[in-house]
């Protein structure tokens, strides 16, 4: 039926579930937007816990490579970023430890975690 058949009713109850229509979509849009504006709160507070906090902290890639290390980390260390990320962790840590770390992190990558 096209909208030359439809009678006059029909059409006005045709428009009035197109406007509810737009009103969901409004809706979902406004909440859509408040929850990227949480979510950017949130990282901010995580990013500043995770460069203020005391204690040293990097992020590794599936490859053990370094992606982000703190502050503490880095003084700790006595590294700028620039010099760590992208380098493997096993870098920074004795010869005698690089092959357990490589077992503990293999074992990482499989479980999701570790467990001692």
């Given amino acids: 039926m096209n909208h030359k058949e439809k009678s006059r009713e029909q059409l006005i109850k045709e428009l009035a579930e197109l406007h509810k229509k737009i009103a969901l979509v409004e809706a979902s849009e406004k909440e859509l937007e408040r929850k990227n504006t949480e ?27 370094i992606i982000e290390a703190n502050t503490a980390w880095l003084n700790l260390l006595g590294y700028s970023k620039s010099e760590v990320i992208g ?30």
Wanted: negative net charge; proline residues 2%; charged residues 35%.
């Fill in 87 to 116: 380098r493997r962790f096993a870098d920074f840590i004795t010869k005698e430890y690089q092959e357990s770390f490589e077992d503990i992190f293999l074992g990482f990558k499989k479980a999701g975690e570790i467990h001692d």
């Fill in 39 to 65: 979510l950017s709160e949130r990282e901010e507070r995580y990013r500043l816990l995770f460069e203020n906090t005391p204690s040293g902290y990097q992020s590794m890639n599936e490859h053990g490579q």
